[in-house]
């Protein structure tokens, strides 16, 4: 029999979150479109949403994670700040460690 562990991780500041799977996803996808609207079609969100989960992070980090440029002729645009590019790689390293670590754990499972 094989058994799989299941799990999700986020990241909290004062009772809001900071960071999860899809918030990063989010980001990750602003950074390779360089727009929120496209990176919310990326993901297939509404841009209302993908615009409340960035003013959540934005709202929720030590310093602002996007810098935005208004809509108009040329279109509006959206970059990651480094912080936010260092935001990403942070918890991409915590999320993975937290699985290497529950595949180790699993095992004492197997082995009983």
Not at 27 to 42: F, M, P, Q, R
Not at 45 to 60: E, G, M
Not at 66 to 90: C, P, R, W
Request: net charge positive; aromatic share 8%; with cysteine.
């Amino acid at each position: 029999m094989s058994y799989k562990i299941k799990s999700r991780i986020w990241i909290e500041a004062n009772n809001n979150v900071l960071l999860g799977q899809g918030r990063v996803q989010l980001l990750k996808a602003i950074a390779e479109t360089g727009s929120l609207s496209k990176a919310a079609k990326s993901l297939n969100i509404s841009y209302k949403k993908a615009w409340t989960l960035l003013d959540s992070v934005n709202k929720s980090a030590k310093k602002p994670v996007t810098i935005n440029s208004i809509g108009g002729k040329g279109g509006g645009g959206a970059e990651l700040t480094d912080y936010g590019k260092s935001l990403i790689h942070v918890f991409d390293e915590i999320n993975q460690n937290c699985w290497e670590f529950l595949d180790k754990q699993l095992k004492k499972i197997d082995n009983l």
